[in-house]
């Protein structure tokens, strides 16, 4: 059997790693982006510790849909925090792309949607999209069709010239979903974006995420406690567990599942097997609260 | 409902005002020893026959808009003839106060209706509230002859206005546009550019909020006179005087205001990889406004008191403390309520003005915001 034509590059060129380029649309799907070794961290609590996080390993691959599922408290949070250098580990090492978080940070890479929508009262809503496009120094009319484009995406078409406080709690967290889009970031941490959404327009939004996810291969981590969702979008699904916080089981579903999902594959055998597990893996987690 | 505000039912009218119907039983007052009737005097008359006239008349009302109008007139009526009659000479009696306690219950009643119209009729209680009471002193200060030094009527004060107007106007110049303005924006400015690098260098905050509130403490009277030798009698001492009391004010209001930025909201700047002056301006600034405002507000009223006090202890021959502390030795106590009024006035329009800047540049704070 011939040996399959190597795609790497030749010796001279690989023994220098290239100074890490951040992934541009295209970029070859596969390389791992981010790197958590043996992850721990302690919060010093007023009288005791909170072991939020202990002794967390995980990988995530350029291009992955990674969902994090578990019961409240159980470090989900936490661990994207300190991804996107937000906060710092007491224990273990984190890799972004070959740097650590503060120079991926640096660099611009994430873009993160916090649980609760964050956004600026004094800002209308599409100033409050290009927030980040002001940061970076992108030109005024690109600013404006990049966060028009991205509130049509969520819905929000019309409402640019509205104020934040004018909003229900829903579509606050649809802009601040939009404003994480238009900037473009390399890695997109989403903290339950959709937990505060009606089920018709969390589906529509789910719909859209994973068009635009196929359609940019954008690396995606992603909080959620519905299994049905974490099922739909991911291509793996990292279950974890509380006191400590740790890794239970990670399940693929890019095998089982095609990569391009309409809603209707959520009746199909395979989704409802994959759920099933994830279900399991959860309940095991409760278990060691009783 | 909505719309129909007019015709809901209107709170009942209470008998008071008709106690004006007793008032000719009684002597009206007297003119030069002779004691006059309230029937003799056609304007007494005249005036009670409006005011009961209105109170009949304002079955004809639709809403409470048009029934404070009518018994307004009532109103107007009572009080219109006890000023003429005071300016006629006569020394009140029971019957003229009579007369006045009638008109100033059947107001009462107007206060109440107009209270709740909304529009911009909504204005004409607070209005009409604040001409009686000068109507009321007016009334008052003359009726029962209180004498001018301790109190004068706003008549006379208005008099004492246009005969002083020129100096007047020379101690506002002096006072308010070299002084205040002078020590007021170096003050305020001096407050916020401290706090901007107390913000960049903790020890200057830790250090500086336990002198704030010494300072707050410091009597005026104490450093006036210091600041008067320390740099002279012209605006610079006040000035001075103005920046000892307002910087504090200023520097613990905008660190306040600069800590009030929310963790998120901070954590958001971070990670854009926004630098320190960027989020100072993008975000920590825009959250610190209305604690700018609150201490540009306290400290536009602590600024004129600071240079009015500051000229008692020295100034040249113009300002506004100059001329109360001279004109109160010379017992002038009209032009001394002249310049208070002068004071008093000057003092709300600037709260006023900082108070309208802040609705408008901070409408988007949960206080004045609007769905
Ligand atoms: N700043 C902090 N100080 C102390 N303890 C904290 C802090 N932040 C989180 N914790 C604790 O760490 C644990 C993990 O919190 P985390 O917010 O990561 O949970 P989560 O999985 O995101 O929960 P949820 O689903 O409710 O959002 C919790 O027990 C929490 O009490
Ligand atoms: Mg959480």
Known sequence: MPAAPSPSLPPALTAVPPPAPFAEPGAEPGRTIVDVRNLTLTYQAADHPVYALSDVSLSIAQGDFISLIGPSGCGKTTLMRVIADLEQPTGGTVLVNGMTPEQARLKRAYGYVFQAPALYPWRTVERNVTLPLEIMGIPRGERQTRAREQLERVGLAGFERKFPWQLSGGMQQRVSIARALAFNPDLLLMDEPFGALDEITRDHLNLQLTQLWRRTRKTCVFVTHSIAEAVFLSTRIVVMSPRPGRILDVIDCARDLPPERTLDIRESPEFQRIAHRVREGLMEGHSYDD | ?371
Not at chain 2, 18 to 28: F, K, Q, S
Not at chain 2, 141 to 148: D, E, I, N, S
Not at chain 2, 320 to 348: E, H, K, P, Y
Request: hydrophobic letters at 60%; proline letters at 6%.
């Open chain 2, 1 to 371: 409902m909505i719309g129909v505000a007019s015709r809901q039912p209107r709170p009942a009218m209470a008998p008071g005002p008709l106690v004006a119907l007793l008032a000719p039983l009684l002597p009206l007052g007297g003119v030069a020893g002779h004691s006059v009737g309230f029937v003799d005097s056609p304007v007494a008359v005249a005036g009670l026959v409006l005011l009961v006239g209105t109170l009949l008349l304002r079955r004809l009302a639709v809403g409470a808009l048009s029934e404070a109008v009518i018994l307004s007139v009532g109103v107007a009526a009572g009080y219109g003839a006890t000023l003429r009659l005071l300016a006629d000479g006569l020394a009140p009696d029971a019957g003229l106060w009579l007369l006045l306690l009638g008109a100033t219950l059947l107001l009462g009643r107007v206060l109440r209706l107009l209270a709740e119209v909304s529009g911009p009729a909504r204005h004409a209680c607070p209005a009409l509230f604040g001409l009686a009471i000068l109507l009321l002193w007016e009334i008052l200060t003359r009726g029962l002859q209180v004498p001018a030094i301790l109190l004068p009527p706003p008549s006379a004060i208005a008099a004492a206005f246009a005969t002083n107007a020129a100096d007047l106007w020379d101690d506002f110049r002096q006072t308010v546009l070299i002084s205040v303005l002078r020590g007021y924006l170096l003050g305020c400015g001096a407050g916020f550019a401290v706090a901007i690098l107390a913000d960049r260098v903790p020890f200057l905050a830790r250090g500086l909020l336990p002198l704030g509130n010494l300072a707050s403490a410091i009597p005026v009277v104490g450093v006036a006179p210091i600041m008067v030798m320390w740099f002279g009698f012209d605006w610079q001492s006040k000035a001075a005087v103005i920046v000892v009391m307002t910087f504090f004010p200023m520097l613990i209001n905008t660190l306040a205001g600069l800590a009030s930025a929310e963790r998120i909201q901070l954590d958001l700047m971070r990670s854009y990889a926004a630098g320190y002056w960027r989020s100072l301006l993008l975000l920590r600034l825009p959250c610190a406004l209305p604690f700018l405002f609150n201490g540009l507000k306290i400290n536009s009223t602590l600024a004129l008191i600071g240079a009015i006090v500051a000229e008692f202890f020295g100034t040249p021959v113009v300002g506004m403390g100059f001329r109360i502390s001279t004109q109160v030795a010379r017992m002038n106590l009209d032009v001394v309520w002249a310049s208070i009024t002068v004071a008093a006035l000057t003092g709300s329009l600037l709260y006023g003005a900082l108070a309208l800047a802040e609705r408008r540049v901070t409408a988007w704070h949960p206080s004045f915001r609007k769905r």
